[in-house]
């Protein structure tokens, strides 16, 4: 049982995880933290939160956990205004979907208070943002990643791992850089192409008529290129070289593709196409 709980950045990951611990009666009382006051009373409103608090440095100390579920691109400065204010026994957790800058932000910002802090990520979301997109059925068997760090406590990681099982999730431990890896060939690299497939369609001239005639597979492909553009910015920035390793990977291919169709070398288009359906058949 957490007695309290603090989610800074109650948007659809922090939210729906409140969701899940109060449903669960597994959290005594849960505040939230954000910059839109209107964003934080909704956040009460729909009985996400028990209470709101612009500050963060007040609304974390007395909190027994925190959850840190802001973009990437802002999780330093988090760390950094609740470094001096957590309780000495809290536990601290992040649900960033990159580990490599986030932990070395931490690093930096959190200091002596490392040990407390269970670098996390679950893989769960959809392209909907914000607290009224919450829900707390969103982590019912999805994977959660944590890449506990040499300095981070069992005692913490206990916590943070039980938090999610009570949320419904399925908790595993990757390395950081592991994790990073695989991300940006899973997640990262999909919601460039979704983003750049749509922009490319939508620069082209007669791009009403091409959206008409979209069919499902088109709305398949790119459901992710609705998601949040300032998250995903922070979120290709920040795993730069591993997402710029799978982009070049992906580029070679669509070139072999591209000088196959130009060949006409039906052999090797439809022995990449019988690959890739084995591959997603067995797969997903
Ligand atoms: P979201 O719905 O947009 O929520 C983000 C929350 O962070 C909002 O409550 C917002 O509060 C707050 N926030 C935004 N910018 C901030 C800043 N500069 N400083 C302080 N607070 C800020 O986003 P989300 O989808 O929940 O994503 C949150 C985190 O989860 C990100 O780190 C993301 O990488 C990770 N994640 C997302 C998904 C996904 O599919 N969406 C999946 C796994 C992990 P205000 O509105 O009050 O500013």
Same mark, same amino acid.
């Given at each position: 049982m957490i007695n309290k709980l603090c989610v800074i950045g109650i948007g659809l990951i922090g939210g729906s995880l409140a969701r899940a611990l109060k449903?669960?009666?597994? #959290?005594?009382h849960v505040i939230a933290v954000g910059r839109n006051v209107a964003h934080l009373e909704r956040a009460v409103e729909l009985g996400v939160a028990d209470s709101f608090d612009t500050s963060i440095a007040n609304a974390v100390a007395d909190a027994d956990v925190i959850i840190v579920a802001v973009p990437v691109g802002a999780m330093k400065a988090v760390f950094t205004e609740l470094s001096g204010s957590?309780?000495?026994?809290?536990?601290?957790?992040? #649900?960033?979907?990159?580990?490599?800058?986030?932990?070395?932000?931490?690093?930096?910002a959190l200091d002596d208070r490392l040990s407390c802090f269970v670098p996390g990520h679950p893989i769960a979301g959809t392209e909907k943002s914000g607290v009224e997109a919450s829900f707390a059925e969103l982590y019912q068997g999805q994977r959660?990643?944590?890449?506990?760090?040499?300095?981070?406590?069992?005692?913490?990681? *206990?916590?943070?791992?039980?938090?999610? /099982?009570?949320?419904?999730?399925?908790?595993q431990s990757l390395s950081v850089e592991h994790h990073d890896e695989v991300l940006a060939a899973t997640s990262h690299l999909p919601h460039a192409l979704a983003?750049?497939? #749509?922009?490319?369609? &939508?620069?082209? /001239?007669? /791009?009403?008529?091409?959206? *008409?005639?979209? &069919?499902?597979g088109f709305k398949d492909f790119t459901r992710i290129a609705s998601s949040d553009p300032q998250m995903w910015h922070d979120i290709c920035l920040n795993n730069r070289d591993a997402l710029l390793d799978m982009l070049n990977r992906f580029s070679n291919d669509i070139n072999k593709l591209t000088k196959a169709i130009e060949d006409e070398d039906s052999e090797f288009i439809l022995k990449l196409f019988k690959r890739a359906k084995t591959a997603r058949d067995q797969n997903c």
């Open positions: 449903e669960a009666e597994y #959290v005594g957590v309780k000495p026994d809290a536990v601290i957790t992040d #649900v960033g979907s990159v580990k490599g800058n986030v932990v070395c932000d931490a690093r930096t959660v990643i944590l890449t506990p760090l040499e300095e981070t406590s069992a005692i913490a990681t *206990q916590t943070i791992t039980k938090m999610w /099982h009570i949320a419904g999730a399925d908790v983003y750049t497939l #749509v922009d490319t369609l &939508a620069q082209m /001239h007669e /791009h009403r008529e091409i959206f *008409q005639f979209a &069919a499902g």
